[in-house]
């Protein structure tokens, strides 16, 4: 717990270690990660390591009641797991109710030694993290919301590695300053750890040059702009300029906004400043500052252009494996819709209604007890169910008119795998609210996003354009608003697996849902027994 005064406003916050944002863990390629966890306050916590593939360590992948328990007051857990194939930055993050907001940092993944990026090597990395402040707690502000079955409060700020910047009121000195020398070219490691928004991201007069996106090398593309949704992260080289400019320069991001819902329209800024030799007579705060200029709000086709540039680097060293032949397809539809009041409440959502988020009409409901724990010992009965639908249960003109029924059903549903079933995944947005984009994560697997479009997906003519040669490769992906996206992955990685919407309402009105994957018949394919301290409910 520690004490921040932010926009005029003094709160307690939840944090690792006294830090916000919380502390770095630096490792490589191949490093065994040990992590002991000690829960000193009242929330019941669990962390997420967000992007490990997590092989056959699914006991670590920390979502609540998904692969444990959470962490209750005054006990501990170790997260023990192995970095296998990745390089470039993840993150660390609470994965209960909305803690995240808070409780969250960077993960650096550095080459084996003396293995070289396929990239100039950088002078210096920086991570930069973005976030939401909210000057009310989070934990209220989503609790009223689920109570109301309206949408939630708003964040007061966005934040740039937990500084709000000058735009803001009392924030002045809450600035992130990049303090860069000339002619260097810095790595520069963003991540969007924000709750609710997707981000631009732009630093005047300089070029970005992006290299990796989630701990996966893509095909160097320079750009001065950049769109980042929650649970994405970007790294990109910043090269400086050559000579001392006659300026300093104010970074900055803002939210991309899709849909009807409320958002915080503000801007968190920092400042690039160039380090001036002593004997300069020129004095920093006396140079003109350089002003951003970013997207539109709702500039769709900037955001469906900037990610159609990413491409895996798809070399002899790198590979795109991406599965040639399907042996399981499912088509998802991912919205917002409506369940009925309960009796005896007042319900604030449309037509007295409430909220729900849902993937092909099923609005997720998280078990009381871990559904990996349930799996593990064969004791789903009263846990969850294997029957949730492969595509929609009912048809309907996805992204044009909504259909006179906006309500869904509410259940705890999964998909069953076997072993290195290769799946191609159509995950269609809906416009019953207006059309939204939804950045979805897929736990303990990485993917491969083959193909996007504008409107209603048409399963004949459309995986003709399938890029199957050097697509994306990446964690998380943003269905676009009015849109889809297909993906393919292989389900190598026995346990159980979350995905969900990283817009961190949409999951808590149930966006989201599990795969299950069995054991492979080999001792390296199967899932070892849940370490002894696992967290009990």
């Given at each position: 717990m520690q004490n921040v005064t932010r926009l005029c406003h003094t709160k307690s916050i939840l944090t690792v270690n006294g830090q916000f944002p919380g502390p770095r863990i630096v490792t490589r390629e191949g490093d065994r990660v040990v992590v002991r966890v000690n829960n000193h306050v009242d929330n019941n916590v669990s962390l997420h390591w967000h992007g490990v593939r997590q092989l056959q360590s699914g006991w670590a992948d920390g979502p609540s009641y998904v692969t444990q328990c959470p962490i209750q007051r005054g006990q501990s857990y170790v997260y023990n797991f192995t970095i296998v194939g990745q390089i470039g930055t993840l993150w660390w993050h609470?994965?209960?109710?909305?803690?995240?907001?808070?409780l969250h940092?960077?993960?650096?993944?550095?080459?084996?030694?003396?293995?070289?990026?396929?990239?100039?090597?950088?002078?210096?990395?920086?991570?930069?993290?973005?976030?939401?402040?909210?000057?009310?707690?989070?934990?209220?502000?989503?609790?009223?919301?689920?109570?109301t079955g309206a949408a939630p409060n708003v964040s007061d700020a966005y934040t740039i590695n937990g500084l709000p910047g000058p735009l803001y009121n009392c924030s002045a000195k809450d600035t992130f300053k990049l303090s860069v020398k000339p002619g260097k070219t810095y790595l520069?490691?963003?991540?969007?750890?924000?709750?609710?928004d997707e981000l631009f991201f732009t630093i005047p007069d300089h070029t970005l040059t992006v290299v990796d996106v989630d701990a996966v090398y893509v095909k160097p593309f320079d750009t001065d702009t950049l769109l980042i949704t929650p649970g994405q992260t970007y790294n990109v080289l910043l090269k400086t300029k050559p000579n001392y400019p006659n300026a300093t320069f104010l970074m900055a991001a803002r939210p991309y906004v899709t849909g009807v819902a409320t958002f915080d329209n503000s801007t968190t800024t920092g400042i690039l400043e160039y380090q001036r030799p002593n004997s300069s007579k020129v004095h920093i705060?006396?140079?003109?500052?350089?002003?951003?200029?970013?997207?539109?709000?709702?500039?769709?086709?900037f955001a469906i252009n900037f990610t159609t540039k990413l491409r895996s680097l798809a070399n002899a060293q790198f590979p795109a494996n991406v599965p040639q032949t399907i042996d399981k397809r499912f088509f998802f539809t991912v919205g917002i819709g409506t369940l009925p009041c309960p009796k005896n409440q007042t319900c604030q959502g449309p037509n007295g209604t409430k909220f729900a988020g849902s993937i092909n009409n099923v609005s997720f409901i998280l078990p009381s007890t871990a559904l990996l724990q349930a799996h593990y010992f064969g004791q789903s009965n009263g846990v969850y169910t294997t029957d949730f639908p492969s595509n929609p249960p009912i048809p309907f003109n996805y992204t044009g008119a909504p259909p006179n029924n906006t309500l869904v059903i509410s259940g705890t549903k999964v998909v069953v795998l076997p072993f290195n079933t290769n799946v191609e995944l159509v995950m269609q947005g809906t416009s019953i609210f207006g059309?939204?984009?939804?950045?979805?994560?897929?736990?303990?697997?990485?993917?491969?996003?083959?193909?996007?479009?504008?409107?209603?997906?048409d399963p004949y003519k459309d995986p003709s354009n399938f890029n199957l040669v050097d697509p994306?490769?990446?964690?998380?992906?943003?269905?676009?608003?009015?849109?889809?996206?297909?993906?393919?992955?292989?389900?190598?990685n026995p346990g159980v697996w979350f995905m969900h919407c990283h817009l961190e309402i949409h999951t808590s009105w149930g966006l989201k849902m599990a795969w299950i994957v069995l054991d492979g018949k080999l001792p390296n394919q199967k899932l070892p027994p849940p370490p002894s301290d696992l967290p009990k409910c």
């Amino acid at each position: 717990m520690q004490n921040v005064t932010r926009l005029c406003h003094t709160k307690s916050i939840l944090t690792v270690n006294g830090q916000f944002p919380g502390p770095r863990i630096v490792t490589r390629e191949g490093d065994r990660v040990v992590v002991r966890v000690n829960n000193h306050v009242d929330n019941n916590v669990s962390l997420h390591w967000h992007g490990v593939r997590q092989l056959q360590s699914g006991w670590a992948d920390g979502p609540s009641y998904v692969t444990q328990c959470p962490i209750q007051r005054g006990q501990s857990y170790v997260y023990n797991f192995t970095i296998v194939g990745q390089i470039g930055t993840l993150w660390w993050h609470a994965h209960i109710s909305w803690l995240r907001a808070t409780l969250h940092g960077p993960i650096l993944i550095l080459p084996k030694r003396h293995v070289p990026y396929p990239f100039p090597k950088p002078y210096k990395d920086v991570p930069v993290m973005f976030g939401e402040w909210f000057n009310a707690n989070t934990e209220a502000i989503i609790k009223q919301a689920l109570q109301t079955g309206a949408a939630p409060n708003v964040s007061d700020a966005y934040t740039i590695n937990g500084l709000p910047g000058p735009l803001y009121n009392c924030s002045a000195k809450d600035t992130f300053k990049l303090s860069v020398k000339p002619g260097k070219t810095y790595l520069l490691r963003l991540i969007n750890a924000a709750l609710n928004d997707e981000l631009f991201f732009t630093i005047p007069d300089h070029t970005l040059t992006v290299v990796d996106v989630d701990a996966v090398y893509v095909k160097p593309f320079d750009t001065d702009t950049l769109l980042i949704t929650p649970g994405q992260t970007y790294n990109v080289l910043l090269k400086t300029k050559p000579n001392y400019p006659n300026a300093t320069f104010l970074m900055a991001a803002r939210p991309y906004v899709t849909g009807v819902a409320t958002f915080d329209n503000s801007t968190t800024t920092g400042i690039l400043e160039y380090q001036r030799p002593n004997s300069s007579k020129v004095h920093i705060k006396d140079l003109p500052l350089f002003k951003p200029t970013l997207p539109p709000l709702n500039d769709t086709s900037f955001a469906i252009n900037f990610t159609t540039k990413l491409r895996s680097l798809a070399n002899a060293q790198f590979p795109a494996n991406v599965p040639q032949t399907i042996d399981k397809r499912f088509f998802f539809t991912v919205g917002i819709g409506t369940l009925p009041c309960p009796k005896n409440q007042t319900c604030q959502g449309p037509n007295g209604t409430k909220f729900a988020g849902s993937i092909n009409n099923v609005s997720f409901i998280l078990p009381s007890t871990a559904l990996l724990q349930a799996h593990y010992f064969g004791q789903s009965n009263g846990v969850y169910t294997t029957d949730f639908p492969s595509n929609p249960p009912i048809p309907f003109n996805y992204t044009g008119a909504p259909p006179n029924n906006t309500l869904v059903i509410s259940g705890t549903k999964v998909v069953v795998l076997p072993f290195n079933t290769n799946v191609e995944l159509v995950m269609q947005g809906t416009s019953i609210f207006g059309g939204e984009s939804h950045p979805l994560h897929l736990h303990g697997h990485n993917f491969y996003l083959v193909g996007q479009g504008i409107g209603n997906f048409d399963p004949y003519k459309d995986p003709s354009n399938f890029n199957l040669v050097d697509p994306i490769e990446r964690n998380t992906a943003g269905v676009p608003s009015g849109g889809w996206v297909a993906i393919r992955f292989q389900a190598n990685n026995p346990g159980v697996w979350f995905m969900h919407c990283h817009l961190e309402i949409h999951t808590s009105w149930g966006l989201k849902m599990a795969w299950i994957v069995l054991d492979g018949k080999l001792p390296n394919q199967k899932l070892p027994p849940p370490p002894s301290d696992l967290p009990k409910c």
